[in-house]
Structure formats: C-alpha cells, structure tokens
C-alpha cells in the first residue's frame, strides 16, 4: 500500500522567495517519487521524478526536490519564484518496477504575490 | 506523436444518461489508465490496463467500465451518469521500458452530470 501527504492545500509566497511545498509518502516498496504541475484548465506536466541513485533531482523551471528516506519526504524546492510559477502542484508515488500505479497527494495551490 | 489525446473536452449529461470518454495514444504504451480530478481530492486511479484484453479497477472504480480491445485506446463508459461522477477525467499511459514509470496524461475531459 502507498499513500501520499502533501502539507498544506494553499501556499502564497511573493515573487523572488523560495517556494518549499512539502511532501510526504508512505509505501511498502523502495518508492518512485514525482511531482507534477498543473496549470490553469491544463493536463498534468511532469516536474520531476526520483527513482533511484542521486537523492537531490532537477526538474524543469528551476525546480528540484530531495528524497530523505529517513524522512519519508519528498519536498519541492525553488530559490527564487516567478509569477508563472503560480499553479497546482501533486506529488506522487508508485511501487516502482512493474506497479505503475500511481497514488497522488491531494495537491498544492501555490500563488505567486508580485 | 499527437501523444495522449481525450475527447470530448467538454461534455454536459443529464442523470441516467450513458456516454463514452476517448483516450487513445499512439506511443505503443501497454499501460493506461483512468483517473477523475476533484477539487480539494487530488487525482484518484478509476481503472487502469497493462495491455489489450487486460483490465482492473483502480480505487473509484464504481459506476465506470473500461475494455482494451486495442494498444491505441481505452474508453471510459459511463452507463447510468450520476451528479457525483461530475468531475475532471485524465487518461493516462506509460511503456514498461519508459524512464521509470513516468506517466503521460491527456489534457482531460471536464464532465457535468446534471
């Protein structure tokens, strides 16, 4: 069983802060760890994702998140945000290998002050 | 690669009525899967396949059916519409040789049941 917590529905940060969105997980397996993106009435875009090896990974605009297993975490950093960062954010888990089975957390509105 | 498309993008039913949501991929991924968006629920997996022919439910899987007759699609019927399946529907797909299970979505069809 896997289950995910994202701390935290709502997060406002102003233009040029670091942005933390907080994730922790729960599973039975070495986990597969991501977080994606999702823009106004837009799909879901993969930011980033861990699976094995290097336990800090980059993503895409800036992004990149730590697997502490000691933790069970997965947070989402960024040093410096943007207004176009302004979005909702999921973070993930799967079993990894052939569980594909993806369980979300129920997500981050992150708003972005100018 | 037109990727993961879904039709219809928007769709209004009223109680009873049945309707079929499209996904289709043109990847050659053996895995698809279903998923419905609620507001404050993150995304929760309705049904999911990992090849033609082959099909299970996922953690919502009442009041939906899904078959595989192809590689290319997977359909989401609804038989008898209710206001609770009013939600946002992803369908998505992944290849057992991908990077690490990342899953691609569809840009989702956005259901009212009235």
């Known amino acids: 069983a896997q289950s995910v917590t994202q701390l935290g529905s709502h997060v406002s940060v102003s233009e040029g802060a670091l942005v933390l969105l907080r994730c922790n997980y729960s599973?039975?397996?070495?986990?597969?760890l991501f977080w994606y993106v999702q823009y106004p009435n837009q799909g879901l875009q993969l930011l980033l994702k861990?699976?094995?090896?290097?336990?800090l990974v980059k993503g895409i605009n800036g992004f990149e998140a730590e697997f502490k297993k000691s933790e069970t975490s997965f947070h989402l950093t960024k040093p410096s945000a943007h207004m176009s960062d302004a979005a909702e954010y999921f973070c993930a888990v799967s079993g990894g290998g052939s569980n594909y089975k993806l369980t979300f957390g129920k997500g981050t509105l992150l708003t972005v002050n100018p | 690669n037109a990727g993961v498309t879904q039709t219809p993008k928007f769709q209004v039913l009223k109680t009873g009525q049945s309707m079929t949501l499209q996904c289709a991929q043109d990847?050659?991924?053996?895995?698809m899967s279903w998923y419905r968006q609620d507001p404050g629920m993150g995304l929760r997996l309705i049904h999911y396949?990992?090849?033609?022919?082959?099909?299970d439910q996922g953690e919502v899987p009442n009041g939906y059916n899904v078959s595989r007759s192809t590689t290319e699609d997977f359909p989401l019927r609804l038989l008898s519409a209710a206001p609770s399946q009013t939600s946002v529907y992803f369908c998505?797909?992944?290849?057992?040789?991908?990077?690490?299970?990342?899953?691609?979505f569809g840009p989702g069809t956005r259901l009212t049941v009235l």
């Open positions: 990847m050659n991924h053996e895995y």
């Open positions: 998505a797909s992944t290849h057992r040789l991908a990077g690490y299970n990342e899953q691609f």
């Open positions: 861990y699976t094995t090896g290097a336990t």
């Open positions: 599973s039975s397996v070495p986990p597969y």
């Open positions: 396949s990992v090849g033609a022919g082959i099909t």
